[in-house]
């Protein structure tokens, strides 16, 4: 197997009674006898965390992860942060792995618009970046126990809505609802526009009822220190939210840099399932 490094040890978190080797072990066996790909230490743990320890979900997540990494390939393959295509679209869309996490040690990720115009703004490659964003956070050291986005809808305009595809937005939200590696604790969308109930109506069809009662919308007249002491901590959020973080283009900026960094750990993770091909039933 390649070597895909995190920066955490699976005998640390097991070490630290989080999870137990013998789950970790049963997975792998699993995996094996259900022609899944094979998967390192670390993954599993993520899973195993994910899923509070139960391993007959954690097995059912990671199905579902492989057959949606599969059916989302436009997405989910060819995640070279380094391409024409990606690097365009870190100039139209900010993305952040917030340094810091949250007193519940959940991991916050930040997304905005930083080019305003609809005609620049192409679906697929802003979820894969927001994918690799995801990961990025996964990487690092503890493991996270859960994840709260934060996306400010400044410059969003009606027009991008004509740019949604429901094909890409679905693969999203089963991602997000049954593949993750991580609880989604809750999605934050600042500044919501005047059309928001419109994007509710594209939205709301493709979630379960889970995740849409962790989706909240404040208005551009929102008090932050409510949303501090309510939502998420002043020392989670950027500047220019009146945090106690850089700026939101500093952060991006050394998100991008991480990304670069650590670009053979996207082509090593999808190397390791690139021969996997679900099988009729799955």
Not at 203 to 215: A, I, R, T, V, W
Request: some cysteine; charged content about 25%; glycine content about 2%.
């Amino acid at each position: 197997m390649m070597n895909l490094t995190f920066d955490f040890k699976a005998d640390d978190i097991i070490e630290d009674g989080k999870c137990k080797r013998k789950d970790i072990e049963e997975i792998k066996t699993w995996l094996v006898s259900n022609s899944l790909p094979n998967a390192t230490d670390e993954q599993i743990v993520l899973f195993l965390l994910a899923c509070d320890s139960n391993v007959e979900y954690a097995k059912t997540t990671i199905k579902s992860y492989y057959y949606y990494m599969y059916h989302g390939k436009n997405i989910t393959n060819n995640r070279n942060i380094n391409s024409k295509e990606m690097l365009e679209q870190a100039k139209i869309v900010e993305s952040v792995v917030i340094p810091r996490r949250t007193k519940d040690n959940y991991m916050v990720i930040f997304q905005r618009l930083s080019d305003f115009s609809h005609w620049n703004f192409n679906l697929e490659p802003s979820i894969k970046l927001l994918f690799m964003t995801l990961e990025l956070g996964l990487m690092a050291n503890p493991p996270p126990d859960g994840l709260v986005a934060v996306f400010d809808m400044t410059g969003v305009s009606i027009m991008h809505l004509t740019k949604l595809r429901i094909g890409p937005l679905k693969l999203l939200f089963h991602v997000l609802q049954e593949a993750l590696p991580c609880q989604v604790r809750a999605i934050h969308v600042l500044n919501s526009a005047y059309f928001v109930d419109k994007l509710i109506a594209i939205f709301k069809p493709l979630m379960k009822k889970d995740l849409y009662q962790k989706l909240h919308f404040h208005q551009s007249n929102i008090d932050m220190d409510v949303f501090f002491e309510n939502c998420v901590e002043a020392d989670c959020i950027p500047a220019d939210y009146g945090g106690k973080l850089p700026s939101v283009r500093a952060m991006s900026e050394a998100t991008l840099e991480n990304m670069k960094r650590r670009s053979e750990w996207y082509v090593i993770e999808e190397s390791l399932r690139k021969n996997y091909k679900p099988t009729s039933n799955s």
